[in-house]
């Protein structure tokens, strides 16, 4: 019973290993298609070519260069290192280049990395998640590999969703704002991506 009622407590029943590690894997993959995505495109969408590959000072990376690393993190670390495909990532190309690439073209870049990883995400289960990887040197575990790539994708999102209001100045419109209450997404996020 509830202290001071006749409520009875709630009961919270734990989640089995293996539906622990599906819930996982599918959260991963909705953060990436159905997050991440979505957020990558409208930034992309309000800037112009030039301002794709603007660099704010010479430390800092352009959203051409944060879509071209984050097209090659994925592949390398999940494609490659969960998946065992061929490792054709080169790294140093994603932070050089200063254009070269329309947005469209890295977009789609992106898109087939982020779909190659979830076809790898959608074929795993406890034991993968458990398994040891070796992507990019790193001894890791298959759920440290998805973690950091999830974090790694998240925080380079940011900035490129930075670069495109600082370039357009306006909003990106993911959140409709009512007046007195919490904005809410303007998508559904699932493991498939967007929905209305």
Known sequence: MKKGTDEPDRIVQPIAMPDFALAFLVQSRTYLKGEYMPRIEKALAALSEDDFWWRPN?????????????????????????????????REKEFAAKGGVSKAEALALLHASVDD??????????????????????EVTGLEAIYHVIEHFAM???QIIWIAKARSGESLGFYAEKPGSLATLMWTPTPDGPAS
Not at 118 to 138: F, I, K, R
Request: proline content about 2%; overall charge negative; charged content about 15%.
């Open 58 to 90: 010479d430390a800092s990376n352009s959203a051409g260069n944060l879509v071209l690393h984050l097209a090659g993190n994925i592949r390398q670390w999940i494609v490659h290192g969960l998946g065992g495909a061929e490792d054709v990532r080169e």
């Open 117 to 138: 990883a979830c076809a790898v995400l959608e074929q795993m289960d406890e034991d993968g998640l458990a398994a040891s990887y070796t992507p990019q040197a790193h």
């Open 156 to 158: 380079h999102t940011g």
